[in-house]
């Protein structure tokens, strides 16, 4: 593997609220290479859209503490002042947000808000900014560029906006795109289109890419690691392939598990993880995925430090390797054992606390 | 499920149409967008038939046609035999009790007001339930969906979305339904969530003898769930199938170029697959295209395409397709095919014609009545 472009150590973001402190992000370590696809995966609450904002400071808050570090090409991210962080944000590290329907300003032209961009980090002529918005435009294929480059948010459908998040994000040439739920919003036939379109220009221009995202199907299409994230930890990080068929984690198992599949015949019952993510507010104590958990035992109590158990590639699991692999099978297949068989209505979210308000959440 | 009762539900040529209105002091309508384009299907008493599409292809509008949330512009709608099209709001009352609806948005459906008492107590009410019943029956409708019985006293903000579904769940299932349409009930959940929903509804089904109109954008989910699957693109049915039938041999090249978009979860799969990546994007439904609504953006369509409306064509196993030139079928299938009732009115009479697989649209396939391919 390269030289890591992107290094962040031990992250911990806290968030003080009214009702006590949430502990958005605990203990979160990852490097990205050059030209590399990191997966993070989680579902709503569980860290990985903070992680993603911290590096560029835009959750920055008189309520927030970020602690450990995260290094941009040797350059601290967490302490560095506005300004320093102006000449990264779009030049070094670009964001495609969720929305593409709110996060276009719906009153500036297509081509004026891509200009605005490219202006704030270069000195070009006017001539040379409309060639280049065009240009990057015609790349992530918008057709009839030139055209549409007068138009208005407005005129644009859900695709044609994504892809003009993405040629914003691109229009200074990153080194590293942090793609937030990129296609989430999407029809699948143009997710497709719009996956394509990142491979095509991760191949091209070399642009690390982390992808937030809960999709595992967009997930196994696109990425070349992965780190699952639950309750604020990131409970298992390895390649692909390690994650999918050798995963260590129970909460890896359920979330492959319980996944619905075009290519395989129904089950009768759809495996699901029994209960709800944790508070971040007042997290149980050691494993975050303690409660949810069928695998459960004493040592659970206390926090699993992320490390390779012998697999090759590091988890947050207490259960020796042997034991995994063996209580990982559910019928033949991945998947998180349903403790106890319980009748209708008695195998869910019956968590008796109140429930989980969760920070970072979105839809 | 069985899903060999009587048919519950009968639609037959369903239009709805919105006129687009335009004028200073009178309207004039000027256009209208063909949400719903002619559309026949049954759903038979105890089964899921799943109604996909990409978004603005008039499945929800649909759902709501058929429920008598809005006047459909033509078309008959039966209920348990009986014609529902143009019922008043007294005649439909009845029958209103008997279908429910589930929405997608668990955040939004639910009145952040009111108690969760009060929320499950009204369609009780409305059904007859009175005085201490009604607070048991509210409370069984909290066992039966997986929440706790003390939950009664609680807001909706005071849920998670998978428990605020539920709560929607059990506010349907409030009125002893036998039609339940689901509009995307999953959708907005997380993954792991999104199964205990699933497994909570097929549940109710088995227990409750449940009809569901399953709604979703999300074929994976859809093929858990649906006895049958019709596929909707533009306002119409492009195919109707049995669930298992439409994975294994789509006939219709949008059900193909949809299932090879979704990305399957499982890298080695993924890699060894090839995929059909469809360009562009569905046309305006105020002006839908002649011919073939697809034809468009696909890589089979030829000049009868352009043309001449698909009929709905009945291929064994009541396999539906709309295709002039259909995937996965031999020349002994077409023959022995029929043109089904559930057609089009204004869809040509013409049985499709043997295009081989894996020959694109470039190649020269000429129309099945002799047309002449090379007339613009």
Redesign the interface.
């Given at each position: 593997m390269a030289e890591p472009i992107l290094e962040i150590d031990h992250l911990q973001v806290d968030f003080r609220t009214d009702e006590g402190v949430v502990h958005a992000v605990d203990d979160v370590s990852l490097t990205l290479a050059a030209g590399e696809v990191l997966a993070v995966v989680g579902e709503s609450g569980s860290g990985k859209t903070v992680t993603a904002m911290s590096l560029l400071g835009l959750n920055r808050s008189p309520n927030a503490t970020f602690r450990g570090s995260a290094r941009y090409r040797g350059q601290e991210l967490l302490t560095a002042s506005e300004d320093e962080l102006r000449a990264i944000r779009g030049a070094e590290m670009a964001m495609i947000f969720q929305d593409p329907m709110t996060s276009l300003n719906p009153v500036q032209r297509i081509g004026d808000q891509i200009a605005e961009q490219i202006l704030a980090h270069e000195k070009l002529t006017k001539a040379q900014v409309r060639d280049r918005v065009v240009e990057l435009m015609e790349r992530v294929g918008i057709p009839r560029a030139a055209e549409r480059a007068r138009a208005y948010p407005h005129e644009f459908s859900g695709g044609m906006r994504q892809r003009v998040m993405i040629a914003l994000a691109l229009s200074c040439s990153p080194s590293v795109l942090i793609a937030d739920e990129p296609t989430t919003a999407l029809d699948v036939t143009i997710q497709a289109q719009i996956l394509e379109r990142l491979k095509e220009l991760k191949d091209e221009t070399g642009t690390a890419i982390i992808l937030v995202t809960h999709d595992l199907g967009v997930v196994a299409d696109i990425a070349d690691r992965i780190a699952v994230m639950y309750g604020g930890r990131i409970v298992e990080q390895g390649t692909t392939d390690e994650i999918f068929y050798d995963p260590q984690h129970p909460y890896t198992w359920g979330l492959l598990g319980s996944i619905t599949r075009i290519d395989r015949d129904r089950a009768e019952r759809l495996p699901s993880i029994a209960g709800l993510p944790p508070s971040l507010l007042d997290p149980p104590k050691g494993c975050h995925f303690r409660a949810r958990c069928p695998h459960e035992f004493a040592r659970c109590s206390e926090v699993p430090p992320l490390e390779d158990r012998g697999a090759g590639h590091p988890d947050r699991c207490w259960l020796t390797l042997e034991e995994k692999r063996a209580r990982r099978l559910v019928d033949g297949e991945i998947g998180l054992v349903e403790p106890s068989p319980r009748g209708l209505g008695l195998h869910c979210e019956n968590s008796p606390e109140a429930p989980s308000r969760r920070v970072g959440e979105h839809r | 499920m069985s899903g060999n009762g009587a048919p519950l539900l009968e639609v037959e040529h369903v239009k709805q149409y919105f006129p687009v209105k335009s004028g200073v002091l009178i309207d004039r309508t000027v256009a209208n967008v063909h949400a719903v384009d002619d559309v026949t299907f049954s759903l038979r008493e105890g089964e899921t038939l799943g109604l996909v599409g990409?978004?603005g292809c008039g499945k929800t509008t649909l759902s709501r046609t058929v429920l008598r949330l809005l006047d459909s512009t033509s078309g008959r709608i039966r209920f348990r035999g009986a014609d529902i099209t143009r019922a008043n709001r007294r005649a439909m009352r009845p029958y209103r009790r008997e279908m429910q609806m589930v929405f997608q948005d668990p955040?939004a459906s639910l009145n952040p007001r009111k108690r969760v008492a009060q929320i499950l107590g009204a369609p009780l009410r409305q059904r007859g339930v009175s005085g201490g019943d009604v607070d048991r029956e509210a409370r069984d409708l909290l066992?039966?969906?997986?929440?706790?019985r003390e939950h009664i006293n609680r807001y909706p903000h005071?849920?998670?979305?998978?428990?605020r579904q539920?709560i929607g769940i059990a506010r349907a299932l409030a009125m002893n339904p036998k039609l339940v349409v689901l509009d995307e009930p999953v959708s907005?959940l997380?993954?792991?969530?999104?199964?205990?929903i699933?497994?909570?509804l097929?549940?109710l089904q088995d227990?409750l003898g449940l009809t569901y109109l399953f709604v979703a954008?999300?074929?994976?989910?859809v093929?858990?769930?649906s006895d049958r699957i019709a596929v909707m693109y533009l306002g119409k049915i492009m195919e109707l199938s049995p669930?298992?039938n439409l994975?294994d041999k789509p006939i219709h090249p949008y059900t193909q170029?949809?299932?090879?978009?979704?990305?399957?979860?499982?890298?080695?799969?993924?890699r060894s697959r090839r995929?059909i990546?469809?360009?562009g994007?569905p046309p305006n439904p105020i002006q839908p295209p002649p011919g073939c609504v697809f034809h468009t953006r696909c890589p089979r369509a030829t000049e009868v395409c352009r043309t001449v409306v698909p009929p709905l064509t009945e291929y064994a196993n009541g396999h539906l397709a709309a295709c002039h030139h259909p995937l996965n079928v031999t020349p002994e299938e077409i023959a022995a095919s029929s043109i089904s009732d559930a057609s089009p009115q204004t869809a040509g009479q013409v049985k499709p014609d043997y295009v081989p697989a894996g020959e694109g649209g470039d190649e020269q396939a000429p129309g099945a009545d002799g047309t002449p391919a090379a007339q613009a």
């Open positions: - | 990409e978004s955040f066992d039966r969906v997986g929440l706790r005071e849920f998670s979305g998978g428990q539920r907005a997380d993954v792991s969530i999104q199964a205990q699933i497994n909570l097929e549940e227990s954008h999300d074929l994976s989910v093929r858990h769930v669930a298992a994975y170029a949809l299932l090879s978009a979704i990305p399957i979860p499982d890298p080695r799969e993924n995929r990546v469809v360009s994007e």
